[in-house]
C-alpha cells in the first residue's frame, strides 16, 4: 500500500525558521572574551566535532560514540576598579535539557530535518535511477529517543541496557537516486517504507575490567559510565548500526551537525552489513588500551540488497569486520606536538546473497539478456571485501582536518551502503572562537568516488544498481564538495546552510555538474 507522505515544507519548516534566526544569531554578540591558552578536551550518530552537543571524540576510549555537553564561552574579565577576580566561566547549555551525570539512567532525543533543493543541470539523457534534470525540493525528518539503564553504575564490570526508537520521514532528492554520494544521510534509501517509529537499537553493553584504574568517560546513550577501567574489554550484542562504533571520526561522522554526504560522513567503499535504514543484528567485541583499540564485529545481512529484512542464517550470510585504532597525534613526532589525533584501519568481508557485475555483462554480451541484470547472477556464498583507512589531526585550538581512503573489489554487487569502490576524501573544520561563536563550526571536505571495470560495463551497457543507473555511461570519477556552516542558535538548538557540488553525478561525464543547497534544523533535549 503506498504510504502519504507528508508535504516537504511542512517539514522543512524548523529548518527554515531556523535558516532566518540563523543570520540573526551569526551577528549577534555574544559576551567577547579570551581564548583558552590550551585546546579543551575532545570527547568522543547513523547519524558531532569540537564543542558541540553532540560531538565524536578523537579521544574517546572506546569505539562507541560519545555524547558531550560540552563547549564555553569565557566570561567578561571585571573591568570595574576593584571589583576583583573574574567569576570562572559558566558552562553554555547544548541540550534543551540538563542531564544527570549521576542518575543511573539515560533519557535524551533529538530531531533532525534537512531541506534540500537543485535546480536544471546538463543532462542529455536519464535512465530508471538517474538524478533528476528538474527544480526539485525535498525534505527530511529524522526523530530518535534514547534511552538506556545501568545495572552495575560505574564500576569494573558495568552493563548497560540500551533501547531507543526512531521514526524517519520525507524523502531525498529524486528519491535519493542518481548518486552514489548521494547528498542526504539522513534519507532512507526505499521511499516505501512506513514512517511508523520503529526500534533503532535494541543492545546489552557491557565492560569487562582488566584493571582496577579507572578514568573518567563523559556519558551518552551509547555509553551510559561515567568512570571505565583503563584496560577492558567492551561487547555490544543486539541491533544496532556499525558506524556506531567502526569507522568513527570526530570531524566527518555526524550528519546531524556536521556533513550531510552519504561518502564523507562514512567510508563511502565500506559495504558494511545494514538493512534498508542502517540497522543490523549482530555483536561487537573491543579491547581498549590507554593509546590504541581493537575491535571485531559479526553481523547480519539483508535477504536482497538494499532490503529491510535480514537473513538470520549466519552460516550462510553475515558481515565481518576488523578495526585496529591508535590514538596518536600524527604531527606529535615531528612537530613535538601534543596535539590531539587518531588513525585507524578498517577491513571487511561480506558473505550474502550477491550477484556479480561481471557474470552480468557476461550474459548480455552472449545475448542471453536484454540488458545486464544483476538479480539474474546472485547466488549464496559470494564473497565481497575491502579495506578503509581513517585519520584524523588537530592542528590549532580551531582548525582540525581529516581524511579517508576506502576501496573494495567491486565485482560483486554493491549490497548494503552505497554503490563505490574506491574513495579519497580531505576536508575539515573551524570552530568559532575567533568571532565569539565556539559552538559554531564552518567545515569543508572534497571527496572522490569511482567503481572498478566490471561495474562501469554493467551500468554502460544499462544495468541498473539499487542506486544508480542512467541507461547509458560515459565513466568519470564522482566528484564531490560539500560546505557547512553549523551555528548554535540556543541551548539544544542548531541550525545550518550549506551546499554541494557534484561533478559527474552517478559517474557519468555526460550529466552534470549539479548544485544542491541544504538548510538543516536540529534539536538536542
Not at 560505574?154 to 541496557?161: E, G
Not at 547466488?379 to 582536518?401: C, P
Not at 542506486?467 to 548554535?488: K, M, S, V
Not at 539544544?492 to 548544485?515: C, F, K, Q, S
Request: aromatic fraction near 10%; include cysteine; charge should be negative.
Amino acid at each position: 500500500m503506498p504510504i502519504r507522505h507528508p508535504n516537504p515544507l511542512l517539514i522543512a519548516l524548523p529548518g527554515l525558521v531556523c535558516a532566518f534566526v540563523l543570520t540573526a544569531a551569526i551577528a549577534a554578540a555574544q559576551v567577547p572574551g579570551d581564548l583558552p591558552s590550551a585546546p579543551e578536551p575532545q570527547c568522543s550518530a547513523s547519524s558531532g566535532a569540537g564543542e558541540q552537543a553532540l560531538r565524536v571524540s578523537m579521544a574517546h576510549l572506546t569505539g562507541s560514540i560519545r555524547f558531550e555537553l560540552a563547549g564555553t564561552e569565557r566570561a567578561t574579565e571585571g573591568s570595574a576598579e576593584g571589583a576583583g577576580p573574574a567569576a570562572p566561566p559558566a558552562a553554555q547549555m547544548l541540550t534543551m535539557f540538563p542531564h544527570s551525570v549521576t542518575a543511573p539512567y539515560w533519557v535524551s532525543g533529538q530531531a533532525n530535518s534537512i531541506l534540500q533543493a537543485h535546480g536544471h543541470f546538463h543532462s542529455p539523457y536519464q535512465g530508471p535511477n538517474s538524478l533528476i534534470d528538474d527544480v526539485e525540493e525535498k525534505a527530511s525528518e529524522v526523530t530518535t529517543l534514547y534511552l538506556g539503564y545501568q545495572l552495575r553504575p560505574d564500576t569494573r564490570y558495568n552493563t548497560d541496557l540500551i533501547v531507543d526508537f526512531e521514526n524517519a520521514g520525507g524523502r531525498g532528492i529524486s528519491q535519493s537516486l542518481g548518486l552514489a554520494g548521494e547528498t542526504n544521510l539522513d534519507v532512507v534509501r526505499n521511499p516505501n517504507l512506513s514512517i511508523v517509529p520503529y526500534l533503532s537499537h535494541g543492545e546489552i553493553h557491557q565492560i569487562i575490567g582488566l584493571t582496577g584504574e579507572m578514568t573518567d568517560q563523559e556519558r551518552g546513550p551509547f555509553a551510559l559510565a561515567a568512570k571505565v577501567p583503563v584496560r577492558r574489554f567492551e561487547i555490544r550484542i543486539g541491533k544496532m548500526s556499525l558506524p556506531d562504533t567502526l569507522d568513527i571520526n570526530s570531524v566527518g561522522s555526524d550528519s546531524h551537525l556536521q556533513f550531510t554526504n552519504w561518502t564523507i560522513d562514512n567510508n563511502g567503499a565500506w559495504d558494511y552489513a545494514a538493512d534498508t535504514r542502517g540497522y543490523t543484528v549482530g555483536g561487537i567485541l573491543e579491547y581498549d588500551d590507554r593509546a590504541w583499540s581493537a575491535r571485531y564485529a559479526i553481523a547480519a545481512i539483508s535477504t536482497v540488497a538494499n532490503g529491510i529484512t535480514l537473513d538470520w542464517a549466519f552460516s550462510r550470510a553475515n558481515g565481518q569486520n576488523w578495526e585496529f585504532e591508535l590514538r596518536k597525534g600524527l604531527v606529535a613526532p615531528l612537530l613535538n606536538s601534543k596535539r590531539e589525533g587518531a588513525v585507524r584501519i578498517l577491513g571487511y568481508v561480506n558473505h550474502a546473497h550477491m550477484g556479480d557485475y561481471r557474470e552480468s555483462v557476461e550474459q548480455y554480451l552472449a545475448g542471453k539478456v536484454t540488458t545486464p541484470d544483476i538479480t539474474q547472477t546472485r547466488r549464496f556464498g559470494a564473497v565481497k571485501y575491502g579495506f578503509g583507512l581513517n585519520a584524523e589531526q588537530e592542528v590549532t585550538d580551531s582548525l582540525r582536518v581529516f581524511a579517508r581512503f576506502g576501496w573494495n573489489e567491486d565485482q560483486h554487487e554493491s549490497f548494503n551502503y552505497t554503490e563505490v569502490g574506491q574513495t579519497i576524501l580531505f576536508g575539515g573544520d573551524y570552530n568559532g572562537r575567533d568571532w565569539h561563536r565556539s559552538n559554531d563550526k564552518l567545515g569543508v571536505a572534497l571527496v572522490s568516488n569511482a567503481i572498478k571495470r566490471d561495474h562501469q560495463n554493467y551500468l554502460h551497457y544499462g544495468g541498473l544498481g539499487f542506486l544508480l543507473g542512467d541507461g547509458n555511461l560515459t565513466y568519470g570519477r564522482e566528484d564531490i564538495a560539500e560546505w557547512y556552516y553549523n551555528a548554535h542558535v540556543w541551548r539544544g538548538l542548531y541550525g545550518m546552510l550549506g551546499g554541494t557540488e557534484i561533478a559527474h553525478p552517478g559517474y557519468n561525464i555526460d550529466r552534470g555538474p549539479v548544485y544542491v543547497t541544504t538548510v538543516r534544523a536540529h534539536i538536542d533535549f
